[in-house]
Nanobody, 119 residues
């Protein structure tokens, strides 16, 4: 069964921290580079961070030094530790395997988790 369940979002003041979790089905998690994507109000969904099966990470420039992605293969779970949050980090956060932007429209997505950063 294909499944992605994101959690951990909430309302936080600027400068605060949140830790997001994503429980994925093995069919999505196993053997794939995983990513956290976000969709801010009025904007396209964008890739914020990725982590390969070997633990190599990449980050969008705007979150470098503030976000940390990790994965637990025993639990098929991906995490996103976010600190020094800014209002522009507000949006719905989704996890999924790494894919090109053209595939976003046709891929299976979970419900996402809302992050709201108040100034």
């Amino acid at each position: 069964q294909v499944q992605l369940v994101e959690s951990g979002g909430g309302l936080v003041q600027a400068g605060g921290s949140l830790r997001l979790s994503c429980a994925a089905s093995r069919s999505i998690f196993s053997g794939n580079t995983m990513g956290w994507y976000r969709q801010s109000p009025g904007k396209q969904r964008e890739l914020a961070a990725t982590i390969s099966t070997g633990g190599t990470t990449t980050y969008k420039d705007s979150v470098k030094g503030r976000f940390t992605i990790s994965r637990d293969s025993a639990k098929n779970t991906v995490y996103l530790q976010m600190k020094s949050l800014k209002p522009e980090d507000t949006g719905v956060y989704y996890c999924n395997k790494l894919m090109g932007w053209a595939a976003y429209e046709y891929a299976y997505w979970g419900q996402g988790t809302q992050v709201t950063v108040a100034s």
